[in-house]
């Protein structure tokens, strides 16, 4: 098996301002490539084509083990307490999570395309977007609810989307806490995971957040598709960010970074998926271990233990015959699609 929220006062939105451009740059990878993917989004490159051909949604996300059938509690209380997920792996392993949300004109196009792809993610809700009784609030609830009823887990994004280690301690409980309570009276229980706000940690904030339980879960595959307008964009820099990974850090999958309150980020979500299925066609030839999108942060996860709270988890290692059965379907299915495809 696999290894196993109250608004902020103007002093904070004023400090919260001096990071603004950090706080950008983390989107991308996780902090510490911030740079590199950053003049990524900048490049002139022409955009790529577009889909133009069926997803074959078996290729790219096959039907789990058996030992893997059962799903994981939504609010990822089977991964609560562990080490700081990074997203790093040598694997071809992808795991698509969505922050910002939930978003009453995106999200719920995104949950059918995500269905009709076979694939799950997690969701980072910023709870402030759905903990009143506005129409528009209780919108939002339900589709927080609906997330969680196809299947996908749900983390904490904070109250407010603030950078955490520019808070006081009194700040900082009000915007984890805070959310904890919309959790439990939308969704029934308390969050286990969290990404926090542009990824900006701290050892004081690593150590609390860990008392209370938390895995942290960042990223290492980011689109830009908070600074862009288009999903080619979108697209463009999540090819380019893999295969930076992939050539300076041999990290050949990892966890990609999208938001589902940008239109063209979810019309990107089936041509991102659209870009493994073409490229797991070549790896097949050459006889390369295929990409493989998974439902969850199981494969990333490491017990935290007596770590350090501020460790972060060693690069996803999956056991070999877990590998190898994902592997085989893998291949399967991608021999005849690529055999269609070269027969056209």
């Known amino acids: 098996m696999l290894g196993r929220g109250l608004p902020i006062i103007g002093r904070v939105l004023l400090c919260?301002?001096?990071?603004?451009?950090?706080?950008?740059?983390?989107?991308?990878?996780?902090?510490?490539?911030?740079?590199?993917?950053?003049?990524?989004?900048?490049?002139?490159?022409?955009?790529?084509?577009?889909?133009?051909?069926?997803i074959d949604v078996a290729e790219i996300a096959p039907e789990p083990d058996d030992e893997l059938v059962e799903p994981l509690d939504g609010m990822g209380a089977d991964l609560r307490e562990g080490m700081v997920i990074t997203g790093g792996t040598p694997h071809r392993l992808i795991l698509f999570t969505f922050d910002d949300g939930p978003d009453h004109r995106y999200t719920p196009g995104l949950l059918d395309t995500l269905d009709a792809l076979g694939i799950r993610a997690v969701f980072f809700l910023t709870a402030r977007r759905f903990e009143g009784t506005t129409p528009r609030e209780r919108l939002l609830a339900d589709i927080a609810r609906d997330i969680v009823a196809r299947g996908h887990i749900v983390g904490s994004h904070t109250m407010d989307h603030v950078q955490l280690p520019l808070l006081s301690h009194e700040d900082l409980v009000e915007q984890v806490l805070g959310t904890e309570r919309v959790f439990e009276n939308v969704l029934g229980a308390r969050p286990w995971l969290i990404r926090p706000p542009g990824g900006s940690r701290s050892p004081r904030i690593d150590a609390w957040l860990a008392e209370r339980g938390y895995t942290q879960v960042l990223w290492n595959v980011g689109t830009g598709d908070f600074q862009v307008r288009s999903s080619d964009d979108v697209l463009r820099t999540f090819t380019r960010v893999l295969e930076r990974r992939e050539r300076e850090n041999g990290e050949r999958g990892g966890i990609v970074l999208l938001h589902d309150i940008h239109e063209w980020s979810v019309e990107a979500l089936p041509r991102i998926v659209h870009e493994l299925e073409h490229r797991n066609c070549a790896l097949l030839e050459a006889g390369e271990e295929l990409y493989d999108v998974v439902d969850d942060p199981r494969p990333f996860f490491t017990m935290r233990g007596e770590a350090n709270a501020s460790e972060e988890a060693p690069p996803a290692m999956p056991e070999p015959a877990w590998l190898e059965a994902r592997q085989a379907r893998l291949r399967e299915a991608a021999e005849a699609r690529c055999a269609r495809l070269a027969m056209r």
């Open 16 to 54: 919260a301002s001096a990071l603004a451009g950090g706080a950008m740059l983390a989107h991308f990878t996780r902090p510490v490539a911030q740079s590199a993917a950053h003049a990524m989004v900048r490049e002139d490159v022409a955009p790529p084509a577009p889909v133009d051909e069926p």
